[in-house]
């Protein structure tokens, strides 16, 4: 194919799948005094790159392509299910890739990092990337800023045909001569890739034992549930208002004064661990939000005399006790999780990040709210080492943040100290604002900067957005009323009756089908894997494959049915993403079929062990809810 042809259908493809990286690179002139195609030993085209004022020869003098080749076969893979380019030269890895080895390596996801666009440029007119640039499994990061490739890698990369279950078998193809040109650029792009997969794990739940908690909590707040508004009667309704989103970091301190200027001009939510402060300086918030699960968010609100016109938007993953000690008007808010579903009570869900002020946020988001302005947003320590607001119930300093430190870019452009909790926090703010199409404001004065977010200090945001009433607490008092008149607590609490009757049920009936399979799974163990490690006896595989097999089986199995599957996914998810990680890792581990077997045999144990329990502690937490719902429902039906 004449170049200009081969240039004309390369350009085409890329414009379609990456219409701002085709305009970049349509009119770029890479310089001829840096690059030169030169012709190797057997005609195929090689490039000559100036370092240091010297040319270096990027493929192989005697044959790029069969040099090409050689390296992808000596890095010995076995299986890739995301494969990780450093570097993209003239394509010819890549296209070796993905024509003789993706699909013997089970290859779902490729990723091309390539610092200088320049030789994206120059392989466009060397080599037919058309359908590499068209397939949707192939991501390319070309002379971005590497940190805007974290929302893609999130959002487009991750989530997509279950690649999160196979992250930890991601392959690393590094292209020697880029990487030395540039080794920083590829170090960090590599950290964002990891920080991508730590962040989907962090969000799928990153402990089972938490995720019980909170679906413990849950069914003891089914009360709670039933009896408050959900914060679905609010979406919508406050539609190109501007809302004011209160954060609990130091930077606060600067600020905080300005915010009752605007009570009847914005919205403003605060999250629980600024409301004392906001309160000590008579500065009533119209809505407080409160996620966590932990012990601890009811001294957020204990001792304070008056909650009239202030509003607890709470999800009821928290602690009774917190929903007790908030003596003022509630809005149930659940988040995206599969324990919501099991209720079949829609209050509105939310897809919340990993704190408060992520939840803040998306409220302010989901009711409509145009600009969303925030403040003590700081994601960073003050330069004292403060970590929260002055009054904050537990304290301005919290130690425990100090423990793992990082550096990121501050609101004021330079380097600020942060912690590995806060760095996760500001990556939750960035895809949200990324999904907002509307105007988000980080007026914190300081603190992290938040991408995606027009940074200003507060007093311009006020002067700028904040000019007009609009009343809030009407909007809201509005929009609620009705509730009681429309509430049947009593045909809620009978059809939750009969959901947790059911549910309990089932998952006594797969508890049994667990302890049959684990029974037989210890005894392969002692009688065939022992034997096979301690002393080289052979295995016997119909044996050890009979247990791989009736495993997978339960697997497909075994959240079916549909309630068992909406108050299990949510607990299960954090171990189970684990799990399908390491599982999957094996081949990579274990070439040899015997080995790897035995080891699958384990693992399917330890998974039965696990999962069993807690399917038995749910079955406890069930039969806890299903006293608190018969003590609800006879209250009820004594006082009619």
């Not at 909406?566 to 998810?573: A, E, F, N, P």
Request: glycine share 6%; net charge neutral; charged share 25%.
């Amino acid at each position: 194919m004449p170049q200009t042809a081969l240039f004309a259908r390369n350009m085409n493809a890329l414009q379609k799948r990456y219409p701002r990286l085709a305009e970049r690179v349509k009119d770029l002139r890479p310089d001829a005094g840096k690059y030169r195609f030169v012709r190797a030993r057997n005609g195929q085209p090689n490039l000559l790159v100036a370092d240091d004022h010297r040319f270096q020869m990027l493929y192989d003098p005697e044959d790029p392509w069969g040099a090409s080749l050689a390296h992808l076969k000596a890095l010995k893979m076995n299986f890739a299910p995301i494969a990780v380019f450093l570097g993209l030269g003239l394509g010819y890895h890549l296209h070796l890739f993905t024509r003789n080895f993706a699909e013997r390596l089970g290859t779902k996801k490729i990723l091309v990092f390539e610092e200088n666009r320049d030789f994206l440029r120059l392989a466009v007119e060397t080599i037919d990337l058309s359908e590499i640039f068209l397939h949707p499994d192939v991501q390319f990061f070309v002379g971005e800023d590497i940190e805007e490739a974290y929302l893609t890698l999130r959002q487009d990369v991750v989530m997509d045909k279950g690649v999160f279950n196979f992250m930890k078998s991601t392959k690393v193809i590094p292209l020697a001569p880029h990487v030395r040109r540039n080794p920083d650029y590829y170090r960090r792009a590599l950290d964002v890739t990891k920080r991508a997969f730590s962040q989907t794990m962090i969000m799928a739940g990153n402990d089972p034992i938490d995720s019980f908690i909170g679906m413990d909590n849950l069914l003891m707040n089914i009360r709670h549930i039933v009896n408050n508004p959900g914060i679905n009667r609010l979406f919508g309704r406050f539609q190109g208002l501007p809302a004011v989103t209160v954060g609990a970091g130091p930077s606060l301190n600067k600020n905080i004064h300005l915010i009752q200027k605007v009570r009847e001009k914005a919205l403003i939510i605060c999250c629980d661990a600024s409301f004392k402060p906001l309160m000590k300086r008579n500065i009533r918030p119209h809505l407080v939000v409160s996620l966590e699960r932990t012990d601890g968010t009811e001294y957020f609100f204990d001792g304070v005399p008056d909650f009239e016109d202030i509003y607890l938007a709470i999800c009821p993953l928290i602690r009774p006790q917190s929903f007790d000690s908030f003596r003022g008007e509630k809005i149930i808010v659940h988040r995206t999780f599969s324990h919501f579903n099991w209720l079949h009570l829609d209050k509105g869900a939310l897809a919340i990040g990993p704190c408060v002020g992520n939840m803040a946020y998306k409220v302010a988001h989901a009711l409509g709210c145009d600009p969303i302005i925030m403040i003590g947003q700081d994601l960073a320590f003050a330069a004292d080492g403060d970590t929260h607001v002055k009054d904050m119930p537990f304290g301005e300093r919290d130690e425990n943040y100090h423990e793992k430190v990082l550096e990121v870019e501050g609101n004021d452009g330079k380097p600020i100290k942060t912690s590995r909790a806060w760095d996760i926090f500001r990556g939750s703010y960035e895809e949200d604002i990324r999904a907002n199409s509307g105007i988000t404001i980080n007026a914190t004065e300081g603190g992290a900067r938040i991408r995606g977010a027009r940074i200003m200090t507060f007093q311009e945001a006020i002067d700028g957005y904040c000019r007009e009433d609009r009343h809030p607490l009407s909007i809201i008092k509005k929009a609620l009323a009705g509730f009681r008149d429309q509430l049947n607590a009593r045909e809620d609490y009978e059809a939750l009756l009969k959901r947790i009757d059911h549910t309990h049920a089932a998952l006594d009936a797969l508890t049994v089908r667990f302890q049959e399979l684990l029974a037989t799974a210890r005894a392969v163990q002692r009688d065939q894997i022992v034997p096979f490690i301690n002393s080289g006896a052979p295995l016997d595989r119909k044996i050890v494959d009979d247990v791989i097999e009736r495993f997978l089986v339960i697997l497909n199995e075994f959240l079916r049915d549909q309630d068992v599957n909406d108050i299990m996914l949510h607990t299960l998810q954090p171990h189970g993403i684990w799990f399908s990680n390491k599982f999957n890792f094996l081949p990579d581990l274990y070439t040899d079929g015997d080995c790897r077997a035995a080891a699958q045999v384990l693992m399917v144990r330890e998974w039965l062990g696990v999962t069993g329990q807690l399917f038995v502690s749910t079955m406890e937490a069930l039969a806890k809810g299903r006293a608190s719902v018969i003590k609800d429902l006879q209250e009820l039906q004594s006082a009619a």
